[in-house]
């Protein structure tokens, strides 16, 4: 899978993507990400990327024009599977639809600043609009970090076979059991004796129920979702 990424701060964005998974990713080829500097395409010699809003009104607006020659040039060069500005009034992210994303080849990634980015780009270019939940933040790099980390560690090889994105939490709409690992005793607390039994098949069970338990007691609104 490619990513690119846009962006007038690519620094917010360097350390999520060369750490841990999303290395790996990319390092086993299986995942490119590529951040672009708005600023590359801003006007005259400060280039300027954002301007006051017309009508009034608090917060800079970021330009059309070097939006546009940003996606122009990327959009030139291959064909994506969705166009997605990160946004606080975009569609909720959620397990599925994260699942959906990982499936595709190319996405685009567009991280806002300021007051937001005039509108006739979200019209002309925009195929999508994602929120990673209901508060805001001062920029859209960290929401495409968050997305992008989402999605890639779904990608087919990236997890290896223990940490296999099968078991995670918000998979079939239930939260994680509880895990433990050595010493099997600490301080008299210790771990339930199911998990040192061996029995395979009822340890699945167990693990199952406590999923279920989990669900019930923090999150009962994921049993009544389908997705
Ligand atoms: N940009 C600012 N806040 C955001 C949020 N909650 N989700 C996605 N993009 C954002």
Redesign the pocket.
């Known amino acids: 899978m490619r990513i690119d990424i846009i962006s007038v701060l690519p620094e917010l964005l360097t350390s999520p993507l060369e750490h841990s998974i999303l290395k790996r990713a990319q390092l086993k080829g299986l995942l490119e990400v590529e951040v672009h500097n708005l600023r590359t395409y801003g006007l005259g010699k400060h280039n300027q990327v954002d301007d006051y809003a017309f009508g009034g009104g608090a917060g800079m607006v970021m330009m059309i024009e070097p939006l546009a020659n940003c996606l122009d040039d990327l959009l030139a060069q291959r064909e994506y599977d969705e166009v997605i500005y ?3 009034d ?1 569609e909720r ?1 959620g397990q599925g639809l994260t699942n959906r994303l990982s499936l595709k080849k190319n996405l685009l990634i567009l ?2 600043h300021y007051k937001g980015i005039d509108e006739r780009i979200r019209t002309h270019y925009v195929t999508m609009e ?11 790099e ?3 970090a968050v997305l992008v980390d989402a999605i890639g560690r779904l990608i087919p090889g990236v997890l290896s076979d223990e940490t296999s994105a099968l078991f995670d939490s918000f998979q079939d709409n239930l939260l994680a059991p509880p895990v433990y690992t050595r010493p099997a005793e600490f301080r008299g607390w210790k771990v339930p004796d199911i998990l040192l039994s061996g029995n395979t098949a009822a340890i699945e069970d167990w693990r199952y129920e406590q999923a279920l338990a989990r669900t019930r007691e923090r999150r009962p609104d994921l049993l009544e979702e389908e997705d």
Not at 130 to 140: A, K, R, T
């Open positions: 990160m946004t606080p975009g992210l991280a806002g994602i929120s990673i939940g209901d508060y805001v933040l001062s920029g859209g960290l929401p495409a």
